[in-house]
């Protein structure tokens, strides 16, 4: 029998709703992967309601509760390492030592980084010191990363033009390290309206995915989340980094059609859990390059 991988996913947990841990535990167990959630917060629910109550955990929990992991001997059972929001460059360095205990109890364990820097607009921007550590230090660390277009700007200091603008500063990227880019979300001047675009970069080549953009009064959270946390559910589960994006493409626009569906602001993960599973859309990754 195939072993089910296992995951610590390491973010924030909501309370009520859906981010961080809260949107992608249940879909990374769902597809079936054995997920240790580590919540860097726990608040009463995500921050785009413009107030919340709770507790950010203390960076040196971090180690500490891989190290009692590692005292169970466990540690080693450990496939991979899933980081999201940071609440502060103490946090993520703490995750990287993490990291490092974790390739060290298996080397062949992944890293995937969603360098989470929020929206200016939504009022929710991290620290300059969280993206510069997330630039130069995470990057050279991570095996996948997964920015959006602002991420992906912040990194590059200046906003994309083109397609084959953001290509080229995902492929700069990579060039720091990571294994993938998975672009989560793209932004340029001349994109079709009534289309969602994401892009993956790998060494061997790069692929673009387009599905349709969906209305909603208010746009959901989460979905950068649900997106990470399937792409590398997929990817342990022994997906190719191709057949993993386009399934994450399909899952996650389940999730949106049933959300929509039902004129909710929360994502509808319970309800679209079969459609997570088993998506009945597909989009096709198509070859680019520059
Ligand atoms: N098909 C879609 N139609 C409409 N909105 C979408 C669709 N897919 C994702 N979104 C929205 O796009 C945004 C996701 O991209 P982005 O905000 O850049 O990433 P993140 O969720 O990591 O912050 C979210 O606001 C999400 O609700
Ligand atoms: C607590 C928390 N975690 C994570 C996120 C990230 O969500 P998204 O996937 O939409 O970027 C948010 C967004 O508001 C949040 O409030
Ligand atoms: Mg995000």
Known sequence: MKRTPHLLAIQSHVVFGHAGNSAAVFPMQRVGVNVW???????????????WTGEVLAPEQIPALVEGIAAIGELGNCDAVLSGYLGSAAQGRAILTGVARIKVANPKALYLCDPVMGHPEKGCIVAPEVSQFLLEEAAAVADLMCPN???LDSFSGRKAQSLLDCLAMARALLARGPKAVLVKHLAYPGKPDDSFEMLLVTADGS???????????????????????????????????????????????EVLLETQACASYELELVRAQDRIAHPR???????ISL
């Open 281 to 287: 859309v597909r989009f096709e990754a198509v070859p």
């Open 207 to 253: 692929w673009h995915l387009r599905r349709p953009l969906l209305a909603f009064p208010r746009q959901p959270v989460g979905v950068g989340d649900l997106t990470s946390g399937l792409f590398l559910a997929r990817i342990l589960l022994g997906d190719s980094l191709v057949a993993a994006f386009e399934f994450t493409a399909a899952a996650v626009h």
């Open 149 to 151: 277009q602002l991420e």
């Open 37 to 51: 959630p580590l919540n860097t917060v726990q608040f009463s629910n995500h921050t785009q309601y413009g107030q």
